[in-house]
């Protein structure tokens, strides 16, 4: 359609219609200008379409799907490819149906492992986050479907989700909770933008401004369409005009209406009204003028790609030996799940699965001598005393117990958050006892986030399978027998408890406040900051082969914070078996001012090795790779001084290291005086020479006292110099220096820091 052309014709009530649903799933259409409805689907991992206009909640049955591994699993895949290839299915089926927009993907942070939505999102990391969701969008659009990546912005919780504030500083939001969405933003330029229900520092996500309009579009160059998420609007006028384009579901005229009121009243511009009526008609004229009217789902080619999928994304967490299976012993498999698996998670993600494969179904006639136990009843939490008995005497006859354990549908959902980080206590109950007659135990784990495992250290196997999609049976039999190797890497810290955590004392907050107290250490950084033990860190996975890192180099030892650092290294394979490597790339911070990580996550890839097999992995690192945010300038600064660049398997696994030392083009905005202490000039060497002469006039002084006292060492100097302010040497000091020369140092300094008088 002629956009503009149409968009002069329709008047103030028609624009002002298109900016709110018809029902759950359509906007509305405007018959006048031949516009039609357009229609939205949920996701991420499948397509849950409504035949009932009115449900959102999944209470009637959406149409026969393919419902693929959910983000909890997809992200511990490390694989980009993989990500796109899913999307492309999801994207073709969205055309099959008719579906302008998928509802996904979803990327907000798993600040906590209770969030009863972590199940449908990718990572405590932002950059992992950020380059999955970017491939799977990428893959989505490709077949001129949008993707609507949500849920903007700080969605981390369930706990009063639609009016709790997140009271979070600007340094963590740009670092953490933004930079989820920033990278896939600007790289793979989505459709849509969902807003989050959330109150983000006091101000709804849907009538942010700052968020919607400054970050998103005047930043990061976003030109979409914004809409909320279903019920997400507090007040419609305020939202519109602070970005907010499409309010879903509709209210039956009634927000339209004030729309239309406020323009007639003063209160808001029409020119704002055709600004998200133009985003809107844009949305629609995108989808329909490459609408594939030819487009074949094929749900069996899905389902398949949905098993292979999972084999990429399960993660071997523990192997004593005991893995791969052999195929010539008697195995106890015991747990419900394995003939009836979890393999997604609740709420309006939940896809109607055409059809399921189990572990029982895919090793079924294939001459295995399995024995098959029940064990527990998912729908309860106290153990079953007859299903247990069965299980452990299966256990008895058996060279090896396969147990299938996890958090059942009801444990972990939309709505509401986890009370706890443990398995019910019948699945607890029942490894324990089986460990008493059987020593060979492997568990195979489903859920959507972590889970407590006191038995850990005692089983000789476990294998996170997350929640794996509908083909997740299939992936389990390839996985478990060998005949494909495990690659998945863990996109979470799994903690020893969850009081380790570093939101425990702030989660969920009360009284419709939430404070992210912990500040940029979230995950990883947290831990491994504070040295705790954990039960498995960030980025750890095993594998049927083994891999050798050698090689290590990066192209320069210094460099300014404008220029790029490549970095290579070489993976050899040198077992027996094919299998994939994920490679990561972390940056330490050396001396800083300002509390930074231990290291963060700064690149990876995962790449495919013939047994013997070495290749060589290049990444380019750039300024943001060894940048905070600096809250004084409003943007990323890099301080001048030595950073390491580490290669790992884990961000406890670092294989090799090596020191870069950067020199930043400018400075934050700090303003000196002469009551800053030594210590403020320290870290940059512009700052330091210009100090330089006030350290002489110290030293002449505090050498002297050196030699008449052995009550004043060295190391007290150095302790007490640094913060000492710099108006002190005009006592400490050899005379040299007065108030209107400090003065001159000072001011120098601030113009500097690019600040003056």
């Known amino acids: 359609m002629d956009v503009n052309k149409v968009l002069k014709k329709m008047t103030l009530e028609e624009k002002a219609s298109l900016c709110s649903g018809r ?18 689907s949920d996701g991420p991992h499948g397509l849950r379409r409504q035949t009932l206009e009115d449900d959102h909640f999944g209470g009637s049955e959406s149409i026969k799907a393919v419902c693929f591994p959910a983000a909890c699993a997809t992200a511990s895949s490390f694989d980009r490819n993989l990500l796109t290839k899913i999307g492309k299915a999801i994207g073709n089926e969205c055309q099959a149906e008719g579906v302008g927009t998928i509802l996904g993907p979803a990327v907000n942070i798993k600040r906590s492992p209770l969030c009863g939505r972590n199940f449908e999102y990718f990572s405590e990391d932002p950059l992992l986050a950020s380059e999955l969701a970017s491939a799977f969008i990428k893959g989505v659009q490709s077949k001129n479907v949008g993707a609507c990546i949500k849920h903007f912005l700080a969605n981390n919780q369930e706990h009063r989700r639609l009016s709790v504030s997140a009271e979070i500083d600007e340094r963590t939001l740009h670092e953490i909770y933004l930079a989820a969405f920033e990278g896939a933003v600007k790289d793979a330029k989505p459709w849509t933008v969902m807003c989050s229900y959330n109150r983000i520092n006091g101000t709804h996500a849907s009538q942010n401004k700052k968020y919607l309009t400054s970050v998103l579009r005047d930043e990061w160059g976003f030109d979409g369409v914004v809409m909320s998420d279903w019920g997400a609007v507090s007040d419609r006028v305020t939202g519109l005009d602070a970005g907010l384009d499409l309010e879903m579901p509709g ?17 808001l511009s029409e020119a704002v009204v055709d600004r998200a009526a133009e985003r809107i008609l844009r949305l629609i004229d995108r989808f329909e003028s490459h609408r594939s009217k030819n487009a074949k789902w094929d749900k069996e080619a899905d389902h398949e790609l949905a098993g292979k999928a999972e084999e990429e994304c399960a993660v071997l967490l523990k192997n004593d030996g005991i893995l791969p299976l052999d195929k010539n012993d008697t195995i106890a498999v015991i747990g419900k799940y394995a003939k009836t698996p979890r393999f997604q998670g609740g709420g309006s993600s939940h896809i109607n699965a055409f059809k399921v494969t189990s572990f029982m179904d895919a090793s079924h ?12 009843d998912d729908q309860k939490d106290e153990t079953d005393r007859a299903l247990l008995t069965k299980a452990v005497n299966a256990a008895k006859k058996s060279d090896v117990a396969l147990i299938f354990a996890g958090l059942p549908d009801n444990f972990e959902s939309e709505g509401y958050d986890r009370k706890h980080m443990r398995l019910p206590d019948c699945q607890n109950t029942l490894i324990e006892e089986v460990l008493k007659v059987q020593p060979n135990v492997v568990v195979v784990l489903h859920n959507g986030s972590p889970v407590e495992m006191p038995w850990a250290d005692r089983v000789k196997g476990i294998f996170e399978m997350y929640l794996g999609g509908q083909n997740i049976g299939l992936a389990q039999y390839e996985l478990l027998f060998g005949k494909a190797n495990p690659s998945g890497r863990l996109p979470e810290t799994f903690p020893m408890k969850l009081s380790d955590n570093p939101s425990y004392l702030n989660f969920p907050g009360h009284d419709d406040r939430v404070n992210y107290a912990e500040g940029v250490f979230v995950g990883y950084r947290y831990y491994d900051a504070k040295e705790y033990d954990v039960l498995f860190p960030f980025g750890h996975g095993l594998s049927y082969t083994t891999y050798k890192y050698s090689n290590f180099k990066v192209s320069k030892r210094k460099i300014k914070d404008t220029d790029t650092l490549e970095v290579s290294v070489d993976i050899s394979n040198v077992g027996r078996m094919a299998g994939k490597e994920v490679v990561q790339i972390y940056v330490s911070p050396g001396r800083s001012d300002v509390p930074r990580p231990v290291r963060e996550l700064r690149a990876f890839d995962k ?27 409003g943007d990323f600064y890099v301080p001048s001084g030595d950073y390491d660049v580490e290669v790992g398997a884990s961000s406890r696994d670092i294989r090799f290291t090596k020191k870069v030392n950067i020199e930043s083009a400018k400075l934050p905005r700090r303003r000196f005086d002469e009551n800053s202490t030594f210590s403020d000039f320290m870290g940059d060497p512009r700052l330091e020479a210009l100090l330089k002469p006030v350290i002489d006039s110290f030293n002449h002084v505090n050498e002297k006292d050196l030699k008449k006292s052995e009550a004043i060492s060295p190391e007290m100097v150095e302790a007490t110099f640094g913060p000492t302010p710099l108006r002190n040497v005009l006592g400490f000091g050899d005379g040299t220096f007065d108030h209107e020369k400090l003065k001159q140092i000072t001011d120098k300094a601030n113009k500097l820091c690019g600040l003056s008088d």
């Not at 209210?251 to 209160?267: F, H, M, P, S, W």
């Open 607 to 633: 790449i495919a090795l013939r047994a013997g097999e070495t290749k060589t992995v290049s990444f380019i690192l750039d300024k943001r790779a060894f940048s905070y945010y600096d809250e004084s300038l």
């Open 365 to 376: 006639g294939k001459g295995h001598d399995l024995i098959y136990a029940q064990g527990y």
């Open 251 to 267: 209210t039956y005229g009634i927000n339209d209406r004030l729309i239309v009121e406020a323009v007639k009243n003063g209160q």
């Open 23 to 40: 029902d759950f799933w359509h906007t509305k259409a405007v018959r006048s200008q031949n516009v039609p409805e357009f229609e939205v």
